[in-house]
């Protein structure tokens, strides 16, 4: 499971009827249950996300074996989910998730 740190302007995204909007614009269905929502399309078998404090939680399945035009709008998708959901770019995420990382493995 992954988590991406969310802007405070962003943070009322974190609701499950949020995110299931949010899931529904980008990849056409989403189920609620609960605090999670979880959505599928193209290479995504399986997306599960929820509120966890500040942070998106995100727990991805793919299918490699998909055509790569597929492939390629499948993760412009989810890009564009996660920027929507966080309000950070591609950019933005990694490297605040490069920072956490080294941030919490220094002593």
């Known amino acids: 499971m992954q988590k991406y740190p969310v802007r405070p302007t962003h943070r009322k995204n974190l609701a499950a009827a949020a995110l299931a909007d949010l899931a529904r614009a980008h990849f056409d269905a989403a189920e609620v249950d609960g605090p999670t ?15 966890d404090g500040r942070e998106l939680a995100v727990e991805l399945v793919m299918n490699p074996k998909v055509p790569e035009a597929v492939a390629v709008e499948t ?17 933005e995420r990694a490297r605040r998730l490069r920072k956490t990382a080294s941030g919490s493995s220094g002593g």
């Not at 929502?37 to 509120?51: H, Q």
């Not at 993760?75 to 950019?91: D, H, V």
């Open 37 to 51: 929502v979880t959505a599928r399309w193209g290479a995504i078998d399986r997306l599960v996300v929820r509120g």
């Open 75 to 91: 993760i412009a998708r989810y890009n564009r989910f996660l920027e929507a959901s966080t309000g950070y770019g591609a950019k």
